[in-house]
């Protein structure tokens, strides 16, 4: 397994998702997942689902700067950090982010995200 492509894979298949339909994301997650979303932490595959699809936004659009990830543990997970930002329907202005997740390998042979930190980034 090359940390690598499985993060530039996932980060991909994340925003993209995000982006075009929020409420698929729900099969990233177990019920054992944390969503930390500005500091409001929620926990489970029901609770997260409606974490994302009730966000307060119909549409935006993230733009990736940069992805940085380190193998973690014995088992095979992947911590991934990623930078950028993101233009909001409506919205002049872009909002700068940061997320982290934290991948772990299933039996299935595919990745689900064990925890999952969202900030936006202030200037």
Do not use: W
Not at 5 to 15: D, G, K, L, T
Not at 69 to 95: D, I, M, N, R, T
């Amino acid at each position: 397994m090359d940390p690598d492509a499985v993060a530039r894979a996932f980060v991909e298949h994340y925003y993209r998702t995000f982006d075009t339909n929020r409420a698929a994301l729900g099969g990233l997650y177990q019920d054992n997942s944390t969503l930390s979303f500005e500091g409001a932490k929620t926990q489970g595959v029901a609770a997260i689902s409606e974490k994302l699809t009730g966000l307060p936004f119909q549409q935006c659009q993230h733009n990736i700067s940069t992805i940085d990830c380190q193998p973690s543990g014995p088992a095979g997970g992947v911590l991934v950090f990623v930078s950028g930002s993101l233009q909001l329907s409506g919205e002049q202005h872009a909002l700068k982010f940061s997320q982290m997740f934290h991948l772990i390998p299933t039996a299935q042979g595919s990745f689900y995200m064990l925890i999952d930190i969202f900030r936006l980034n202030y200037a």
